[in-house]
């Protein structure tokens, strides 16, 4: 019989290359790592990894296994958040993934209302952007992703459950002074001569879709996924900029000025997770609250 435990080390050692850097990974010793690798090759009958050097090749069954690996762990972490919920334990664990400008804005009330509501419930959060985030929840390493796209693309999301939230609207930053800071709208074409200082990645590719479609493309001399840098530089009179409202909202910008830009940009805003952590109660209760956070 296949342990989950054994399942969990083959995906570290699959991740990290090594049996080492396995241990360090999961918190417990390289020979503890290395005996039970031995348990589950006994228990699979079959060779499932070949030492290269210092590092670790999967086999064809391998592979196979670790492919296997995150649905069949995702589904036990299920099972038992659902059977402690039936036997009336009243816990739970969910861990979190969301973009900057969500833990700023989204999570923070979601979770402070999850926790007076469900006080024996521990969520815990780390930072990353789509589509690392979606990675990490189909890769098992989280139960909720929050994250977002710039229209809908077939077929991206059909594996996960996807909790709407909100769409956000991009806004144009501009320098206090600026020929254009007391207009109520600006087009983007009007900005075409403009130094830029762009954002994330996602926003970044939009940004420029945007502009080419108004004709022309924009001078980017600054580039920087940090949002208060964002606002900074353009502060200080080197350029112009778009950001989500979530941003805006999340740093008051110093010597800059907020118009709204035209034609509308907007991203979609979402929760999602596994189908099987769906009914997670623990999970279904966070993905209650940020939908309550994101209507307020």
Do not use: N
């Not at 109660?281 to 994101?294: C, G």
Request: charged residues 25%; proline residues 5%; hydrophobic residues 45%.
């Amino acid at each position: 019989m296949i342990e989950a435990r054994h399942l969990r080390v083959l995906r570290a050692v699959a991740t990290t290359g090594s049996f080492s850097a396995a241990a360090r990974e999961l918190g417990c010793t390289q020979p503890a790592v290395s005996q039970q690798m031995k348990a589950l090759e006994s228990s699979a009958g079959t060779t499932l990894l070949i030492r290269t050097g210092r590092e670790m090749r999967l086999t064809q069954a391998g592979e196979a296994l670790v492919r296997h690996a995150s649905g069949i762990l995702a589904g036990l972490t299920a099972a038992e958040e659902e059977v402690a919920a039936i036997a009336g334990l009243r816990a739970g664990r969910v861990r979190l993934v969301s973009f900057p400008s969500g833990s700023s804005t989204l999570v923070p009330g979601a979770l402070a209302a999850l926790r007076a509501e469900h006080p024996g419930t521990r969520v815990s959060l780390v930072e990353a952007e789509p589509p690392r985030s979606v990675d990490l929840l189909r890769d098992g390493d989280c139960d909720i992703a929050l994250a977002f796209r710039y229209g809908a693309t077939g077929g991206e999301w059909d594996d996960l459950v996807v909790r709407p939230l909100l769409t956000d609207r991009l806004i144009g930053l501009v320098p206090d002074g600026h020929r254009l800071a007391d207009a109520s709208s600006v087009s983007i074409g009007e900005l075409a001569d403009e130094s830029w200082i762009a954002g994330c990645p996602r926003c970044r590719r939009q940004l420029v879709e945007v502009c080419e479609e108004s004709g022309f493309t924009p001078r980017i001399d600054f580039a920087t996924d940090d949002y208060p840098a964002v606002m900074g530089l353009v502060g200080a009179g080197l350029g112009v900029a778009v950001l989500p409202e979530l941003a805006v909202e999340s740093v008051r910008p110093k010597g800059a000025r907020t118009v709204a830009v035209e034609p509308a940009i907007e991203r979609e805003i979402v929760a999602l997770t596994l189908p099987d952590l769906a009914r997670v109660p623990a999970v279904a209760a966070t993905l209650d609250q940020l939908s309550l956070a994101a209507a307020r």
